[in-house]
């Protein structure tokens, strides 16, 4: 049983910087995957940004150049730093881990806002 710990949600000011955490606990196996989805309100989830093991990471064309996703293997935790947030970035963000298994989450709360 995996267990997902979120944080660095919030809101901020249209321009603004956040950071997220997610730390894996009571995995037996070695992580493959980690990364981050997000659901607005009327919209469907969709991928943020996503890093192998090996280093490999994927970005949704949306947040490429203003978001940065990176890892620390040995803790089992994956960021997501986020700079020049937009209005439209306000959503759910939700952690994905992959192992030999898929875990989710709880998500955590992105507001962007004047």
């Known amino acids: 049983q995996v267990q997902l710990v979120e944080s660095g949600g919030g809101l901020v000011q249209p321009g603004g910087s956040l950071r997220l955490s997610c730390a894996a606990s009571?995995?037996?196996?070695?992580?493959?995957?980690m990364g981050w989805y997000r659901q607005a309100p009327g919209k469907q989830r969709e991928l943020v940004a996503s890093?192998?093991?090996?280093?490999?990471?994927t970005y949704a064309d949306s947040v490429k150049g203003r978001f940065t996703i990176s890892r620390d293997n040995a803790k089992n935790t994956v960021y997501l730093q986020m700079n020049s947030l937009r209005p439209e970035d306000t959503a759910v963000y939700v952690c994905?881990?992959?192992?030999?298994?898929?875990?989710w989450g709880q998500g955590t709360q992105v507001t962007v806002s004047s």
């Open positions: 890093i192998t093991s090996g280093g490999t990471t």
């Open positions: 009571g995995n037996r196996f070695s992580i493959n995957l």
């Open positions: 994905k881990t992959v192992t030999n298994m898929v875990y």
